[in-house]
T-cell receptor
C-alpha cells in the first residue's frame, strides 16, 4: 500500500521565487524519519534534507526547509530563491527503521 | 568513501534471458536496498538486507527475482526469464552501520535494463 503521497505531479516556479512541494505520509510507528531527494535528468538520487519524528523544530539545509506538521502527517519541502538548476524530480521518502518508501514524485520546472 | 557502485550501467537483453546486476555499497554501511524505478515514477521498494540477512521482500517481487548479499558486502540482483515489463532502472542504495529511522539512503547511479 502506498504510504507516501505527493499530489503535485508537476510544478512551475519563477526563478528567485520560493516554492512548496507537498508530501503526506501514513504510519503508525512512533519513530520515523522523513527525507527529500532530488533526481535531476541525469538520474542520480541526491539527498537534500531530513526530519525526525521527534524533532521539535523544522529542518533547514541552505535553501531547503521542511515544513513538518506532525498532527497532519505532512512534510512539505520549501525551496527558497529558486535557481534554474533546481529543475528536477523531487521525491519524499519515509524511513521507519524497517522500511524506506518513496512517493511518486513532483517534477519541478524553474522558469527564467 | 567511493560511493555506491552499480554494474553494469546499461543492460539490453532479449525476453526470456536471465540477467544479473551487482551493487557495491559504501564499505561501512550495513544496510543495502534494491529499488526499481520506471519513467515518471518514484523508486519502488524491492528488497533490503542488513548485513547478509535479507529482511524484507516486496510482495510485488515475483519469484523470477532473487537477491543475495553473501558475506554482507556486495549484492546481486538476478532476474530470470526476463519480460518486457521488467524494463526499468534498478537502483541500489545503502545506509550506515546501525541504521535506524534517521539514516538517509545513499544511492548508486542505477542499472538501466531494456528487455526487447
Amino acid at each position: 500500500a502506498q504510504k507516501i503521497t505527493q499530489t503535485q505531479p508537476g510544478m512551475f516556479v519563477q526563478e528567485k521565487e520560493a516554492v512548496t512541494l507537498d508530501c503526506t505520509y501514513d504510519t503508525s510507528d512512533p519513530s520515523y524519519g522523513l527525507f527529500w531527494y532530488k533526481q535531476p535528468s541525469s538520474g542520480e538520487m541526491i539527498f537534500l534534507i531530513y526530519q525526525g519524528s521527534y524533532d521539535q523544530q523544522n529542518a533547514t539545509e541552505g535553501r531547503y526547509s521542511l515544513n513538518f506538521q506532525k498532527a497532519r502527517k505532512s512534510a512539505n519541502l520549501v525551496i527558497s530563491a529558486s535557481q534554474l538548476g533546481d529543475s528536477a524530480m523531487y521525491f519524499c521518502g519515509q524511513n521507519t527503521g524497517n522500511q524506506f518508501y518513496f512517493g511518486t514524485g513532483t517534477s519541478l520546472t524553474v522558469i527564467p | 568513501d567511493t560511493g555506491v557502485s552499480q554494474d553494469p550501467r546499461h543492460k539490453i537483453t532479449k525476453r526470456g534471458q536471465n540477467v544479473t546486476f551487482r551493487c557495491d555499497p559504501i564499505s561501512e554501511h550495513n544496510r543495502l536496498y534494491w529499488y526499481r524505478q520506471t519513467l515518471g515514477q518514484g523508486p519502488e521498494f524491492l528488497t533490503y538486507f542488513q548485513n547478509e540477512a535479507q529482511l524484507e521482500k516486496s510482495r510485488l517481487l515475483s519469484d523470477r527475482f532473487s537477491a543475495e548479499r553473501p558475506k554482507g558486502s556486495f549484492s546481486t540482483l538476478e532476474i530470470q526469464r526476463t519480460e518486457q515489463g521488467d524494463s526499468a532502472m534498478y537502483l541500489c542504495a545503502s545506509s550506515v552501520r546501525g541504521s535506524s529511522y534517521n539514516s538517509p539512503l545513499h544511492f548508486g547511479n542505477g542499472t538501466r535494463l531494456t528487455v526487447t
